[in-house]
């Protein structure tokens, strides 16, 4: 990474989540009353800028919205986080909405409206990423936008993530531009395995494997395995977001790639012990304490 380039840039998706605590996700034509529910902010790229900052790092978010109540949400949880926010308004798109089951083992489902997600530009990405040393980006906005970022970060020598969710075999397109490719298990194996991955151009493949931590795999090089450190989860709706975000930080901050999944896991970890997508109880600190305790 160049000298002159800080921080972290996230090129997203931001969605008002709508969460709904349920025992079990309901059949085909069935009705359930949830426990209880909730509005929070979300967005895989919200999720992950949000963890960035939270992880320590100075964090900008390039993300589109409509002009609606939903935005003025987001853009509050933006703020308290400490994240710069970059926001296209789409005229005439409403704000992405995520309907979230949270089931009573810590597992969910999701449906996602993208809304104005769709509308984001490359020419936004570009100007977004400007200046960062860590450009992280997913794919639930337009992949000429994933694109136009990765190409950017690379362009100005900034490291460039792709959390490749959800996953399209399209993905492979883009590895050839990619530092740090993060996927999970079905991810990984709907792109056609660590191989493929890491032939079709990735420089690192980080294969997350839930309750069973996660593997750091590099070309010619051993791979590498971090456990995953033991908690009862209770939402784990953004343990992957807070993985991806604090991962991010951490290289931004400089950390060799071992270190940073480490604490890249202690963010996971600590997001999944709380309800919502992100919790404010992330801090350095809180990882800091957790991978102490190991």
């Known amino acids: ?31 359930l009353l949830g426990r209880s529910g909730g509005r929070f902010a979300g967005g895989k790229g919200l999720n992950q800028a949000v963890a960035s900052a939270r992880a320590g790092a100075a964090t900008r978010f390039c993300a589109a919205v409509g002009r ?4 003025d949400l ?19 798109v409403p704000t992405g909405v995520a309907h979230v089951l949270a089931l009573d083992d810590g597992d969910n489902s999701i449906v996602v ?11 936004d990405a570009v100007s977004g990423v400007s200046g960062a040393a860590v450009v992280l980006a997913q794919l639930e906005v337009p992949l000429d936008t994933v694109a136009a970022a990765l190409r950017a970060a690379r362009a100005q020598g900034a490291l460039a993530l792709l959390n490749a ?31 493929r991955l890491l032939a079709a151009g990735a420089s690192a493949v980080v294969r997350t494997l839930g309750g069973d931590g996660v593997e750091l795999h590099r070309r010619a090089v051993p791979v590498v395995h971090v456990p995953a ?15 991806c975000g604090a991962l991010a930080a951490a290289l931004a901050a400089g950390e ?18 709380y309800r919502g997508a992100n919790t404010a109880e992330l801090s350095p600190a809180a990882i800091a304490d957790l991978v102490a305790a190991r």
Request: proline fraction near 5%; include cysteine; hydrophobic fraction near 50%.
């Open 165 to 195: 969710a959800p996953a399209d075999a399209v993905a492979l397109e883009l590895l050839g531009d990619v530092d740090v490719l993060i996927v999970n298990e079905t991810e990984c194996e709907t792109l056609g395995g660590v191989e």
């Open 1 to 31: 990474m160049s000298d002159t380039l800080s921080g972290v840039a996230v090129v997203g998706s931001a969605n008002l989540d709508l969460v709904v605590e349920v025992a079990r996700p309901p059949r085909v034509g069935e009705t």
């Open 68 to 71: 609606d109540e939903a935005a």
């Open 113 to 123: 409206a993208a809304g104005a997600n769709a509308e984001l530009a490359p020419d």
């Open 74 to 92: 987001l853009r509050v949880a933006l703020h308290d986080a400490g994240v710069e926010a970059h926001l296209r308004v789409a005229a005439g």
């Open 256 to 273: 060799e790639p071992v270190a940073a999944l480490l604490t890249a896991s202690a963010a996971g970890a600590i997001t999944a012990s």
């Open 229 to 243: 450190f033991r908690i009862d989860p209770v939402d784990t709706t953004g343990a992957g977001d807070a993985f």
